[in-house]
């Protein structure tokens, strides 16, 4: 009698850990995405340009070879590691034309900002209201000197 009371026993201990990890599971998935999908800040110096939200990328100054205001991105085939939820893509993605390129972006409010460095991979970002994606881009105009399209 006393051995079924401690098989019952852990078998209720493995239940209630196999719930209390089902329920963290789907707590971060439902939670995580919101944390790690928004540029929360933007840092401009002479040295370098740094996105940072749930992913976070510095690109130095000196490897700006381009910054270019676009309307319309370039398509994007897949995500390579990063994230995409309700139209938000942050992280690696693969273009259409088998670039690979790092995203910060919402997809639905251009404009989009677009750096393309001298080595690495180039960047697109956007701000959540078009005039602060304008700001942005001309605050890096005024830092770096690279080629631009206005």
């Known amino acids: 009698m006393k051995k079924l009371f401690k098989t019952e026993k852990r078998r209720d201990q493995a239940i209630v850990l196999f719930l ?3 329920l963290a599971g789907i707590f971060w998935g439902i939670a995580g995405p919101f944390n790690m999908t928004h540029l929360d800040n933007v840092t401009i110096s002479q040295e370098t340009i740094t996105l940072e ?14 910054v270019s205001l676009i309307d319309k991105m370039p398509p994007v085939s897949f995500r390579l590691n990063g994230s995409s939820f309700k139209g938000i893509n942050t992280g690696y993605f693969m273009l259409g034309n088998g670039e690979k390129c ?6 639905g409010t251009p404009p989009f900002i677009h750096i393309r460095c001298k080595t690495g991979v180039p960047v697109f970002f956007n701000r959540k209201k078009p005039d602060e994606t304008r ?5 890096i105009l005024s830092v ?5 399209n206005i």
Do not use: H, M, W
């Not at 790092?102 to 997809?107: E, T």
């Open 20 to 22: 209390a990890i089902l």
């Open 53 to 66: 939200g749930g992913d976070a990328i510095q690109i130095p100054t000196s490897d700006i070879a381009e």
């Open 102 to 107: 790092f995203l910060f972006l919402r997809n």
């Open 135 to 139: 700001q942005v881009y001309q605050e």
């Open 144 to 148: 770096c000197n690279p080629k631009s």
